[in-house]
């Protein structure tokens, strides 16, 4: 089996883990939530996975944070939708760090990495796109998915463009940051 296939095989396994362990509601489940995350870490470094921090992986995160989060904002200013307050927060914020990083480390980092290598850049953010989507599908449903893969594009890219995984991982936790207000 090739090391996408294996690394596609480890995902499934993590998926599936977290899907048992969150049952009934997965998506509120935080200690599923966080074996999930271990489990990608796990694979990732396994994998040699590294993720150089710079000042540009830092703008180009920041820059993908502003590009996500606009659309929801601006709906939110339109349509005087409310914003929610602080109440649970740092508990829940504290395994989002943890849990979007590990996605970020693991599907724009070890996966995007093996798959580069073997069919290039495009099909790297495409797949890496797809299984993001697909992670969200057990947490809040089908409905879900083409959003998940428009962002997990958009991930993909700020991965090419950056040149590391740090750019979606500040992307993608920042935006999950964000959303607890705009949701």
């Known amino acids: 089996m090739t090391r996408v296939g294996l690394l596609l095989v480890a995902f499934a396994v993590a998926l599936g883990l977290r899907i048992v362990l969150g049952r009934p509601d997965v998506a509120a489940d935080v200690p599923a939530a966080l074996v999930f995350a271990i489990a990608l870490l796990v694979v990732a470094i396994a994998a040699g996975t590294r993720v150089p921090v710079s000042p540009r992986a830092v703008l180009i995160g920041i ?3 502003a590009l996500v989060c606009a659309p929801v904002a ?3 200013v339109l349509t005087a ?3 929610y307050g602080t109440q649970g927060f740092a508990g829940w914020a504290a395994a989002v760090v943890v849990v ?3 996605e970020e480390v693991f599907l724009r980092g070890a996966l ?3 798959t580069e ?3 290039g850049a495009s099909a790297a953010i495409g797949l890496g796109a797809v299984c993001f989507a697909l992670l969200h599908v ?3 449903g089908w409905h879900v998915l083409p959003l998940d893969l428009a962002v997990g594009l958009v991930l993909g890219g700020l991965r090419q463009g950056a040149g590391t995984a740090a750019a ?3 992307t993608h936790v920042g935006a999950d940051l964000v959303g607890w207000f705009l949701r």
């Open 81 to 83: 939708k409310p914003v």
């Open 112 to 114: 995007y990495d093996a």
């Open 117 to 119: 290598r073997v069919w």
């Open 63 to 65: 820059a993908g944070l």
């Open 74 to 76: 601006f709906e939110h």
């Open 100 to 102: 979007a990083t590990a």
């Open 168 to 170: 979606p991982a500040i």
């Open 138 to 140: 057990p947490l809040y």
